[in-house]
């Protein structure tokens, strides 16, 4: 017996909002049929929903009311808007490339030497030219449909290239704004190449802006692929507020003998979902992923990592911690798979919540699917609330309850940070947590 699924409001909307704005988006009819295949295959799956495995925690079906159109043009946003809106990270050296609602802001962004072994252009040109391809697949069904909908409302991103052995000294920031009192979506797509033997920083951060509405909706993809023996460190920062909710998708792939280190920081959003899916193409690879988010009132956090030894002799660590506070909720679900072929593997994963509050909640499930009998793998995780005793000892020695807790969460947290290894960026989490921390109660 076939059973109807009846479509939400928002699931309605969406066609519907496409048609509106189709002949605005990026790419006109070259890039119109990849779009209407993509919005077909939404279509199919739907939004996803709790029957799907890896989705069971985050129900967007039911969470996601509402869908909401695209802007029609970036906002106009001063240097000093853009200043406030990164906050913390406005005082990294670095190039940048700007994106505002989801459209590139040439006057904001970093003019690069003609000479530079970092080439980095904005998406939509490419789609124009039909020299991008836009891509709607991923590792689950869910992902597929999250993946499905960037691809059909796409309108901007970064295309970054760096050389074959480039040695890029300072990082490359992908900066996503959302400005503006109207309630909006913004889907953006990094396409990232990095030569063999180069070595480069790129951080990507999306944050809002002095006037921007509580209502959005972002969906950010980076695809990356690592060539032979390249060192990379890939950092995001998810820093909004109000109702927004942010859907992003990683797609790593790496190659041989490569170290990829990844972090990911999130606070500040009604609902976030952090896929990461990393493909090992080469022996030798090292990678190690990690990140640390903070949650209050209502808040939703989903980081969803799948880790895919598909050759020989690669190393993987994971380290993922959070901070509950409220009524929040957090969500780690990493899977590790070791494919038949790949022996001597090496990997280690754990998880670990601090929960500020009795009524907040925290769900992990770590997996670890190994074909291989040649292997050394491991997983883990824990939840904790502050000790008592450790509050007692601070306060004893004069230290104020509230600082004490403060110094706490930053011990806790710290752990995790430190695998930044950019030093600005670091003090940049560091002030985030302390800023929140002076928010938040239990």
């Given at each position: 017996m076939n059973v109807a699924v009846i479509k939400t409001k928002a699931e309605q909307a969406i066609p519907e909002l496409f048609e509106r704005v189709a002949e605005q988006l990026p790419g006109g009819t070259k890039a119109m049929p990849a779009r209407r295949e993509a919005l077909s295959r939404f279509?199919?799956?739907g939004m996803p929903h709790r029957r799907i495995e890896e989705w069971k925690y985050t129900d967007l079906r039911n969470t996601l009311k509402d869908a909401y159109a695209p802007s029609a043009a970036a906002s106009q946003l001063s240097a000093k808007d853009l200043a406030t809106a990164l906050g913390p990270m406005a005082d990294i050296e670095a190039d940048r490339i700007v994106f505002v609602n989801g459209f590139h802001s040439a006057e904001l962004s970093s003019k690069l030497p003609s000479d530079s072994q970092i080439s980095v252009?904005?998406?939509?040109?490419?789609?124009a030219s039909g020299l991008a391809t836009l891509t709607a697949e991923g590792a689950d069904e869910g992902q597929n449909a999250v993946l499905a909908l960037n691809a059909a409302f796409v309108t901007d991103g970064a295309i970054v290239t760096v050389g074959a052995g480039a040695e890029i000294a300072k990082p490359l920031m992908i900066v996503n704004v959302r400005a503006g009192s109207a309630a909006q979506s913004a889907a953006v797509r990094n396409v990232v190449s990095i030569g063999a033997n180069a070595k480069v920083t790129i951080i990507e951060a999306f944050v809002v802006a002095p006037d921007a509405g509580t209502s959005a909706q972002a969906n950010g993809v980076t695809e990356i692929k690592v060539g032979d023996a390249a060192e990379v460190a890939h950092v995001k920062c998810?820093?909004?507020?109000?109702?927004?909710s942010h859907l992003s998708n990683w797609l790593v792939a790496l190659g041989k003998d490569t170290v990829y280190h990844g972090f990911q920081f999130t606070f500040g959003t009604r609902l976030a979902r952090n896929g990461i899916n990393v493909v090992y193409g080469g022996e030798g690879a090292k990678l190690d992923v990690s990140g640390a988010f903070l949650t209050r009132g209502s808040e939703h956090v989903d980081t969803t990592l799948v880790v895919d030894h598909a050759v020989p002799k690669c190393e993987s660590r994971e380290l993922f911690k959070g901070v509950l506070a409220n009524q929040s909720r957090g969500i780690f679900q990493g899977k590790v798979i070791v494919r038949p072929d790949a022996q001597k593997t090496d990997g280690k994963q754990m998880a670990q919540a601090l929960m500020l509050s009795p009524d907040a909640?925290?769900?992990?499930?770590?997996?670890?699917?190994?074909?291989?009998?040649?292997?050394v793998c491991g997983h883990g995780a824990t939840v904790a609330q502050i000790d008592d005793d450790l509050m007692f000892y601070c306060q004893s020695r004069g230290i104020p309850a509230a600082e004490a807790r403060a110094l706490l969460v930053e011990s806790f947290i710290g752990e995790a940070l430190a695998k930044v290894e950019h030093e600005g960026l670091r003090e940049a989490f560091t002030a985030y947590t302390n800023a929140w921390l002076s928010g938040t109660s239990t």
């Open positions: 279509a199919s799956l252009a904005p998406l939509s040109e490419a789609l998810v820093a909004d507020q109000g109702e927004a909640e925290f769900d992990s499930k770590p997996e670890l699917e190994i074909y291989a009998d040649d292997v």
